[in-house]
């Protein structure tokens, strides 16, 4: 008994530190990018001390997560992960949510906007004069109101598009088909990200209600997704028909696969949810509310008033 628990422990951990590709299609551009943000850093550090002010807040900190969005996309493609991926559909699952949802996620908490157009070697000039198009405030609110509904699509079309089957195992065994998912689920993230939280200098335009129902939106479109797996009972990707395991089916690795991305999705739109509904309730809405419901819980005031002195 012993000895074959070792001898599994042993196997899991061959699992865990074999398999790790020093791709340089991925570690290239990740380096890349990080030097660039550096660089960045440091000359945003210069322009303050040189002008004799402090630097924006919190650099530091914002750095470290846009690393760790660095480091979730190098994990999905260069360790373990991205080697299983390719024999089980529940590590696949688990990659497409560091690609899709947790790296850019990450990226965008990180702001490294500024940084990076700083690092850049060639960086546009400042406008002088910019033109600015005269447009209402309807106008404009339905304008912004249109963008992230349509990010938000696009992102959810996106997110089911590469999980139809035919993309789904094309991307297993084609390179460059892997190489478009991986970089529409990181671009249609961060954008869909960008509409949810503020990623220094760019702030969501919609309001904080409504950037919940965005979130609301793109958890149903995902557990939709994620229902189809767990309560499917046919094989629906059959490129992974090949790589079947011993003590799982293709069946079973599928339905496991949908409830990774079912568990492990809703936590971060979760939090995200809750911090746009307090986020609600401390704002101008919550305080029209609390001014309603004063008024319905206020006295009424008597017709007729009283006269003073007259029985």
């Given at each position: 008994?012993?000895?074959?628990?070792?001898?599994?422990?042993?196997?899991?951990?061959?699992?865990?530190?074999?398999?790790?590709?020093?791709?340089?299609?991925?570690?290239?551009?990740?380096?890349?990018?990080?030097?660039?943000h550096?660089?960045?850093?440091?000359?945003?550090?210069?322009?303050?001390?040189?002008?004799?002010?402090?630097?924006?807040?919190?650099?530091?900190?914002?750095?470290?997560?846009?690393?760790?969005g660095?480091?979730?996309?190098?994990?999905a493609?260069?360790?373990?992960?991205?080697?299983?991926?390719?024999r089980?559909?529940?590590?696949?699952?688990?990659?497409?949510?560091?690609?899709?949802?947790?790296?850019?996620?990450?990226?965008?908490?990180?702001?490294?906007?500024?940084?990076?157009?700083?690092?850049?070697?060639?960086?546009?000039?400042?406008?002088?004069?910019?033109?600015?198009?005269?447009?209402s405030?309807?106008?404009?609110?339905?304008?912004?109101?249109?963008?992230?509904?349509?990010?938000?699509?696009?992102?959810?079309?996106?997110?089911?598009?590469?999980?139809?089957?035919?993309?789904?195992?094309?991307?297993?065994?084609?390179?460059?088909?892997?190489?478009g998912?991986?970089?529409?689920?990181?671009?249609?993230?961060?954008?869909?990200?960008?509409?949810?939280?503020?990623?220094?200098?760019?702030?969501?335009?919609?309001?904080?209600?409504?950037?919940?129902?965005?979130?609301?939106?793109?958890?149903?479109?995902?557990?939709?997704?994620?229902?189809?797996?767990?309560f499917?009972?046919?094989?629906?990707?059959?490129?992974?028909r090949g790589?079947?395991?011993?003590?799982?089916?293709?069946?079973?690795?599928?339905?496991?696969?949908?409830?990774?991305?079912w568990?492990?999705?809703?936590?971060?739109?979760?939090?995200?949810?809750?911090?746009?509904?307090?986020?609600w309730?401390?704002?101008?809405?919550?305080?029209?509310?609390?001014?309603?419901?004063?008024?319905?819980l206020?006295?009424?005031?008597?017709?007729w008033?009283?006269?003073?002195?007259?029985?």
């Amino acid at each position: 008994m012993t000895g074959g628990l070792a001898a599994g422990r042993q196997h899991a951990m061959h699992m865990v530190v074999s398999y790790w590709s020093a791709s340089p299609w991925v570690l290239a551009p990740l380096v890349l990018i990080a030097a660039v943000h550096l660089l960045g850093l440091r000359g945003l550090a210069a322009d303050a001390r040189r002008a004799g002010r402090r630097g924006p807040t919190g650099l530091g900190r914002e750095a470290a997560v846009f690393y760790l969005g660095m480091l979730a996309v190098a994990l999905a493609l260069v360790s373990p992960v991205g080697y299983w991926a390719q024999r089980f559909v529940w590590v696949r699952s688990a990659q497409d949510l560091l690609l899709a949802v947790v790296a850019p996620a990450l990226v965008v908490l990180g702001a490294p906007w500024l940084a990076l157009r700083r690092g850049m070697p060639l960086r546009p000039r400042p406008r002088t004069q910019e033109r600015r198009a005269v447009v209402s405030p309807p106008e404009e609110a339905m304008g912004w109101l249109r963008l992230p509904i349509a990010l938000t699509v696009a992102f959810n079309a996106a997110w089911c598009g590469w999980h139809v089957p035919f993309l789904y195992d094309a991307g297993r065994t084609r390179p460059v088909v892997f190489a478009g998912e991986v970089a529409t689920y990181l671009g249609a993230g961060v954008l869909f990200w960008l509409q949810l939280i503020g990623s220094r200098p760019h702030a969501p335009r919609l309001a904080p209600a409504r950037r919940a129902v965005l979130v609301v939106a793109a958890a149903v479109v995902g557990s939709g997704l994620a229902m189809v797996l767990v309560f499917g009972s046919g094989v629906l990707y059959p490129g992974y028909r090949g790589s079947e395991h011993h003590a799982l089916s293709v069946v079973a690795d599928q339905q496991v696969g949908g409830a990774v991305l079912w568990v492990i999705m809703l936590v971060p739109y979760s939090v995200v949810l809750m911090a746009l509904l307090i986020r609600w309730l401390n704002q101008e809405e919550s305080a029209e509310l609390a001014a309603g419901l004063n008024r319905l819980l206020k006295p009424a005031k008597p017709a007729w008033p009283s006269r003073p002195g007259v029985r």
